[in-house]
C-alpha cells in the first residue's frame, strides 16, 4: 500500500497534494541575508541563530553556510538532532530538567565530542550537571541566563556574578558567558530602540561586573527576530539568536515590520466547499496550522493577491468568509472554483511546522527540494 504522495524537485506546485508546507526559496534567501547584513556586516557581531521553530539541521545548515557561527535550540533533544548532523557551536538556550534521562543524554553527548553549551540560572543546576559531568569525565560549557525583563526564566542582574563564580569553581563546567532576552520592550513601548538597548544595557553590566572580578565572558548573547536590529547595535553584545524570522509569517512579519522580512512561509491549501457565495472551506484547519490567541492575526489567505484572515479553524477545515466588499477589492467570489489551490500564510511558524513532516522548497513556482523536519516531536 502506498503511503502519502511526497513532492519530488522539479514538480510544479500546482501538482502538489495538500496541504503542504511551502518554503520560496527566493523570499528565505532575502530574508537570510537581511540577518547577515544586520549582525555581521553592518554591526560585526557573531549570529547563532534559533532553530526551534524550523528544527531542520538542513536549514540550519543553510543559515551556517551564509555566516552563522553555530545553532541556538530550545531543548536538549533539539541539540542533538543538530550534533547528530555534524552541526557545532549548539547553544541550548532554555535550562534543561535534572533528571537522570536528561543528564546522562547530555554526558553521552559530550563523549560524543558534541559541541554543547549549556544554559543555567541557578547554582543547583549548575551543581547537579557538573557532578554528572566530573563523574562521566567529560567538561561541560555554561552561560548564565540573565532577566533584564522579561520576567521569565533567568537570574537577576544583581546575582549574575555571584553564579558565574559558583560555575567557575565546580571543575567540569567551564563558564563561557552570559545571555537575555529583551522581547519585552517590543511590547510596551512606542520607543523600542530605546527600551531594547536599555534591557540588553542590563546584560553588559552584569558582563562588566563579571569581568571586574577576574572571570572572562567571552559570550554575551540576546537578540530574537523582533529586537535584533537593536540589539545588534549595542556595544558589548558578541552575538544574536534571531533566527525564526528566515521563515516569516504573520507574527514575525507584525513584530518586524521594521527589518522588511518577506512572508517566506505558506500552507498550500485545496478548496473542498463553497457552501455559500462567501464562504470558502480548505483542507487545512489546526490540525495544519495554528491560531494563538496571543498572535496578532490569524492565518492569512491570499486570494486575488488579497490578504484574507481566515474566520474559523477547525480541526480539519479552514473556513474563510468574504466580507461582502469583497468585488470592490478585486476577488471574483465566482472565480474561487471547489479543487482551486490557494496558499495561506500561518499565524505563527514555531507551532506551524511542528505539525509537518517536511518542507517543499520551491523557487518560481517549481519544488526545488524537500527537506524532513528531524527535530519534530523533540521535546524531551
Known amino acids: 500500500m502506498e503511503g502519502p504522495y511526497i513532492a519530488r524537485p522539479g514538480d510544479r506546485v500546482e501538482e502538489l497534494d495538500t496541504p503542504t508546507l511551502l518554503v520560496d526559496m527566493d523570499k528565505f534567501e532575502a530574508n537570510l541575508s537581511r540577518f547577515v547584513d544586520v549582525i555581521i556586516n553592518t554591526n560585526k557581531k557573531q549570529w547563532r541563530p534559533h532553530t526551534k521553530g524550523y528544527k531542520s539541521p538542513a536549514f540550519a545548515k543553510k543559515l551556517i553556510n551564509a555566516g552563522a557561527c553555530g545553532v541556538t535550540v530550545a531543548k536538549l533533544g533539539e541539540a542533538e538532532v543538530m550534533a547528530n548532523a555534524g552541526i557545532q557551536g549548539i547553544l541550548i538556550a532554555n535550562q534543561i530538567a535534572l533528571n537522570p534521562h536528561k543528564l546522562n543524554k547530555l554526558v553521552q553527548l559530550l563523549k560524543s ?163 455559500t457565495a462567501r464562504r470558502i472551506i480548505v483542507d487545512a484547519g489546526r490540525k495544519t496550522m495554528v491560531h494563538w490567541s496571543d498572535l496578532p492575526s490569524m492565518p492569512v489567505a491570499l486570494i486575488c493577491d488579497k490578504k484574507i484572515p481566515l474566520t474559523i479553524l477547525c480541526a480539519e477545515h479552514g473556513v474563510i468568509e468574504l466580507s461582502a466588499d469583497a468585488p470592490s477589492l478585486g476577488i471574483d467570489e465566482n472565480a474561487i472554483k471547489i479543487g482551486a489551490q490557494m496558499e495561506i500564510i500561518p499565524a505563527y511558524h514555531d507551532l506551524t511546522n511542528v505539525l509537518h513532516d517536511r518542507f517543499v522548497l520551491i523557487r518560481k513556482g517549481v519544488v526545488e527540494d524537500v527537506l524532513n523536519i528531524p527535530g519534530r516531536g523533540r521535546l524531551d
Open 113 to 275: 565530542g558534541a559541541d554543547i553549551t549549556l544554559t543555567l540560572d541557578s547554582i543547583q543546576q549548575a551543581q547537579a550537571i557538573g557532578t554528572v559531568c566530573e563523574s562521566g569525565k567529560v567538561r561541560c560549557k555554561c552561560i548564565i541566563e540573565v532577566d533584564i525583563g522579561m520576567e521569565r526564566g533567568g537570574v537577576s542582574t544583581k546575582n549574575a556574578l555571584v553564579l558565574a563564580k559558583g560555575i567557575a569553581a565546580l571543575p567540569a563546567l567551564k563558564f563561557v558567558g552570559i545571555m537575555g532576552y529583551e522581547g519585552h520592550a517590543l511590547k510596551q513601548s512606542e520607543n523600542q530602540r530605546a527600551d531594547v538597548h536599555a534591557s540588553v544595557g542590563q546584560l553588559v553590566a552584569a558582563k562588566d561586573e563579571i569581568i571586574a572580578s577576574g572571570l572572562e565572558v567571552p559570550i554575551v548573547s540576546c537578540g530574537g527576530t523582533g529586537s535584533f536590529i537593536y540589539s545588534s547595535e549595542v556595544s558589548g553584545v558578541t552575538e544574536l539568536q534571531a533566527g525564526g524570522g528566515v521563515l516569516c509569517d504573520m507574527f514575525y512579519h507584525e513584530y518586524s515590520g521594521r527589518v522588511e522580512l518577506q512572508l517566506s512561509l505558506t500552507i498550500l491549501a485545496t478548496v473542498t466547499s463553497r457552501p
